[in-house]
């Protein structure tokens, strides 16, 4: 399990262990840089795990991907290569890779179907991630193409939605939005301020999914029968994205939140901020045709989230 300390990373253990799979075999990151290709030759030799879950990754917002466009190709594009590569030296057979849905154009059709990718220019801001993303889809087919006949090869790729959940990221700068709101409502509410002041008209609509059903959806694809995953994709379109199937506007999300947490002070919306896209929600139907569907709603989810946040700011205090 690579990212096992990573919120999807971890979720995924879970699940793992849920199921009853006893040996979980991880490594932190101070202990195996997955981008050092002797480190990863080493630790696959050693270990010889049967099946791999790829959740490592250099993961952020806006603001980090401009900052550090190096760092994200890079470092993504060496985990990828390196955990694959070495994957195959030591004969695992099923492996796999959690990409993003920042793979799809900027002016994809909505809801995203899998046959957007590589179909039109990808938002400049985090390209080099997005780029990073789309040859670890490629590296799984290409590795699918040319050894599974000879090698059994089995390498599959989940594309997520917007996660959220517990083991976010509530950096109060280089967050997501529902880990951002719920950090400001919350402190808000601390700190009895009347009113919380959101960037854009709150128009936007985005989609969620709670971590724990992006866990379940990866078990269930890696789980499926090779017959099914072939019967639903195909060799050089080969991903399959993991969605709600819905989308909220950021308005109805922040309200929601603010309700959860108990804030009585007002939402304001700052429309002379930037909007981004005014819609953003993947096609889910091909994971939804095969039979997963997500069990968590966002009213759920939200109020686990909130929880979360509250008893690691109150321990960190
Ligand atoms: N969160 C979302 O909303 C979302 C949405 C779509 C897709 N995804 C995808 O889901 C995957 C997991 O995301 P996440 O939200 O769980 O991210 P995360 O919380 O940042 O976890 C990523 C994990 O990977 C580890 N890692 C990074 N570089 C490494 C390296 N060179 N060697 C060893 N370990 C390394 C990190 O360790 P350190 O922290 O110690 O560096 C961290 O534990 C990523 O592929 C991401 O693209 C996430």
Request: charged letters at 20%; a negative charge; glycine letters at 8%.
């Amino acid at each position: 399990m690579a990212g096992h300390r990573g919120m999807v990373g971890s979720a995924i253990v879970r699940q793992l262990q849920a199921k009853g799979y006893k040996n979980i075999v991880t490594r932190t990151h101070a202990e195996l840089d997955l981008c050092n290709q002797q480190a990863v030759v080493q630790f696959f030799q050693e270990e010889k795990p049967d099946q791999v879950y790829l959740a490592a990754a250099k993961v952020g917002g806006i603001h980090a991907n401009n900052t550090y466009p190096a760092e994200f190709i890079y470092q993504n594009l060496m985990v990828e290569a390196n955990v694959i590569h070495q994957a195959f030296e030591c004969g695992v057979k099923k492996l796999l890779f959690l990409g993003s849905s920042c793979i799809y154009p900027k002016m994809a059709p909505q809801p995203m179907p899998e046959d957007a990718l590589l179909t039109g220019k990808l938002e400049s801001t985090n390209e080099p991630y997005a780029i990073a993303k789309i040859a670890g889809i490629k590296l799984c087919e290409s590795y699918n193409r040319q050894y599974s006949q000879s090698h059994g090869v089995d390498y599959r790729s989940v594309m997520p939605t917007n996660l959220y959940g517990p083991g976010d990221n509530y950096h109060p700068e280089n967050s997501h939005v529902i880990p951002a709101l719920i950090r400001r409502f919350h402190e808000a509410k601390e700190k009895n301020l009347p009113e919380v002041v959101i960037w854009g008209t709150g128009t936007p609509m985005r989609e969620f999914l709670y971590v724990d059903d992006m866990a379940a959806a990866s078990v269930f694809v890696m789980e499926l029968d090779k017959s099914t995953y072939d019967q639903h994709t195909e060799p050089m379109q080969s991903h399959i994205n993991v969605g709600s199937g819905s989308d909220v506007a950021i308005k109805a999300l922040a309200e929601l939140i603010r309700q959860i947490i108990g804030y009585q002070g007002k939402i304001i919306f700052d429309p002379t901020k930037p909007d981004g896209s005014p819609r953003k929600l993947m096609s889910s139907a091909r994971l939804f045709g095969i039979g997963w569907y997500p069990q968590v709603n966002l009213i759920d989810g939200l109020t686990i989230a909130c929880r979360d946040f509250a008893n690691t700011f109150s321990e960190s205090n």
